[in-house]
């Protein structure tokens, strides 16, 4: 009896094991409220992460979404990545309809095997296998499995559960350990999004349930800041062969110092010739760098490589030399050689780069932060950065997709956490001079120079190597609020010793001022109006943050029509907040002629969501001001 008793338990597990799947599986079962703000619904996301050794690591996913929409497929995250290293166990997606009926099996030999790497790669092993389906109607349901094994445990997945326009009904992450290791953790906004933590020895997991999508906020935090995420690290690891124990960011930098660069940094006799020789006479240091550095610049160019330890090893700084390219790793380590031979102190230097903010943290210590590497020579406190992967940037100038942020500075005493370069207000400067002319009818000849620093010089150096049609496209757009621009000249100057770019334009334009009647109103602003206003939040969920300040300045002299006096001009402005300051003037010089002068600073901060409202109708005002109209009469 008790025998017959069992196998009724089971078969009723295994129904009901089979209930809950078909469940999860239906758009009808779906819970409503998680479709909001939600092209995609992440019904079930198991991940066990299980490190079986220091060289042996398994990671299984199970990973069922429900697809509302044409913009949630890419949500499925049905993609493995594997290399030489990393080994696909198995990979196996099944489509199911509406209702939770199995319409498609797409099984490992079915899926997308391609190379991982972009087509300026020019050695890579990596590869993805990815799921091609186009499904025939909306809302569909895919699960999908995959098992990989490799012997790399030094970069441990994270857990990062919610994107934008996702719902999720519940993830889990569950990582297993040796109790002989040490196993590392950063933890971020569990609080926040209630998730769930349980942790006993060699055992660590975490769950969040019922999550409704959240929308992409304007000006909010970078994602990694404002969403739940978890990064981990082993204090023992494997990496291709090559073992480690780190705790810190200073045993992390000896051990890579040790296992990834030493001895790579040698050039033949002759290139050491010619950097003595380039360099003699020379006592500044930075002289020297710049030196160097342009040498670099024009016998090299920028080309991704992906092999040595993981891709995280330069290539020898010899074979650079010879063949004349290199990715970040390879030229950043080949410039630090030729400094060395110059006697000129560098370190290779580990960076997350992006135009948005994100730098490593300085309390915990993993292979995972870093995606980019420049170099850092130490300068008395003033530290100089140098981007050695363009041929275009010029020496000590990084711009925003590395700078004000937390970086790994690698000697061989070890790591180092130091912050690249952040540009003030007064270096992130536009400052726009010149002169236009109305005629009777409206019509505008304009004359204006524009020139950039800092970060604004970031954003506009790489125009002077657009084509002549690309150019005149990019400045109609510019002066957008001026209708019908047609563009006369295009001198572009890039001046690299003092790091700033100026544009001088002409341009011509019918109808700038409306005539009405007796009448001709205009808006003095013809040349740097501001006409983005942030977006409106009913209820705002993140915080405001302005990642960046900048600072434009502009001065226009206005050649009124003849035939015309003035009846109306705006009164002068001086406009203050904690965001920035907004001021313009606009004075007469003579019957016939207008001085406008206007200077826009905004400030960078991080300010409760509750501030947003105002740096909003700050916003407001500045666009209200800058589209402010001066009205002429027929005299």
Not at 185 to 197: A, I, M, S, T
Not at 603 to 627: S, T
């Amino acid at each position: 009896m008790r025998i017959k008793f069992l196998a009724i338990i089971a078969i009723i597990l295994i129904q009901t094991t089979g209930r809950a799947q078909e469940n999860l599986t239906s758009f009808l079962t779906l819970p409503t409220q998680l479709t909001d703000n939600a092209n995609a619904v992440v019904r079930l996301d198991e991940t066990l992460v299980n490190v079986k050794a220091i060289d042996d690591m398994e990671i299984s996913q199970k990973r069922i979404v429900t697809v509302l929409n044409e913009n949630g497929i890419n949500k499925i995250g049905a993609v493995v990545w594997y290399d030489s290293h990393v080994r696909v166990k198995d990979i196996e997606v099944k489509i199911y309809d509406k209702n939770g009926k199995q319409i498609k099996k797409i099984k490992e030999r079915d899926f997308e095997d391609v190379s991982a790497v972009e087509g300026g790669t020019m050695y890579s092993d990596s590869r993805v296998k990815y799921m091609d389906y186009t499904p025939t109607e909306y809302p569909f349901t895919a699960e999908f499995t995959s098992l990989v094994q490799t012997p790399n445990t030094a970069n441990l997945p994270s857990f990062h559960p919610l994107s934008y326009f996702v719902g999720v009904e519940k993830s889990t992450y569950k990582i297993q350990y040796p109790t002989s290791f040490t196993l590392h953790k950063k933890e971020r906004n569990l609080k926040e999004f209630g998730v769930v933590k349980e942790e006993k020895e060699g055992v660590l997991s975490y769950t969040i349930q019922n999550m409704a999508g959240i929308k992409p906020e304007a000006l909010s935090p970078s994602e990694a800041d404002i969403k739940p995420r978890i990064v981990f690290a082993l204090n023992k690891f494997n990496y291709d062969g090559v073992t480690g124990e780190v705790n810190n960011w200073n045993d992390f930098g000896k051990w890579m110092y040790h296992n990834l660069l030493d001895g790579r940094a040698t050039v033949d006799d002759e290139t050491k010739a010619k950097i003595e020789n380039l360099v003699a006479g020379v006592t500044s240091n930075r002289e020297k760098a710049k030196i160097v550095y342009e040498f670099m610049q024009n016998k090299t160019r920028y080309i991704s490589v992906q092999v040595g330890i993981g891709g995280f090893q330069p290539i020898p700084a010899e074979e650079v030399n010879k063949v004349g390219y290199g990715d970040c790793k390879g030229l950043t380590n080949y410039t630090m050689a030729l400094l060395k031979i110059a006697g000129v102190e560098s370190y290779y230097t580990h960076v997350q780069a992006g135009s948005e903010i994100v730098g490593f943290y300085d309390d915990f210590a993993s292979l995972a932060q870093g995606n980019h590497v420049i170099l850092n020579i130490p300068n008395k406190g003033d530290d100089i950065w140098l981007e050695c992967t363009s041929q275009k940037v010029p020496f000590g100038h990084i711009g925003d997709f590395t700078d004000n942020r937390n970086v790994l500075v690698i000697t061989p005493e070890g790591g180092k956490i130091k912050r690249t370069k952040k540009y003030s207000l007064e270096e992130n400067l536009q400052e726009t001079t010149g002169s236009y002319a109305l005629n009777v009818n409206g019509n505008i000849t304009a004359n204006t120079v524009i020139k950039t620093k800092g970060i604004q010089y970031d954003n506009r150096y790489y125009l002077e190597d657009w084509s002549e049609t690309e150019k005149d496209k990019r400045y109609k757009r510019y002066f957008k609020t001026v209708n019908n621009v047609n563009i006369d000249e295009i001198i572009l100057e890039n001046d690299k010793e003092t790091i700033t770019f100026y544009e001088k334009i002409k341009f011509n334009a019918d109808s700038y001022g409306v005539i009405t009647g007796n009448r001709m109103l205009f808006a003095p602003n013809a040349f740097n109006r501001y006409t983005n206003i942030p977006d409106r939040y009913r209820s705002r969920r993140f915080p405001l943050e302005i990642q960046r300040s900048f600072f434009d300045k502009d001065q226009y002299e206005i050649k009124l029509p003849i035939g015309y006096t003035i009846e109306a001009i705006p009164e002068n402005v001086t406009y203050e907040t904690k965001y920035g300051s907004y001021s313009y003037t606009i004075t007469k010089k003579d019957e016939q002629t207008l001085q406008y002068q206007r200077t826009l600073k905004i400030k960078e901060g991080l300010h409760p969501k509750e501030d947003y409202k105002e740096y909003r109708k700050f916003i407001k005002k500045i666009v209200k001001f800058d589209a402010a109209k001066i009205v002429l009469v027929k005299k």
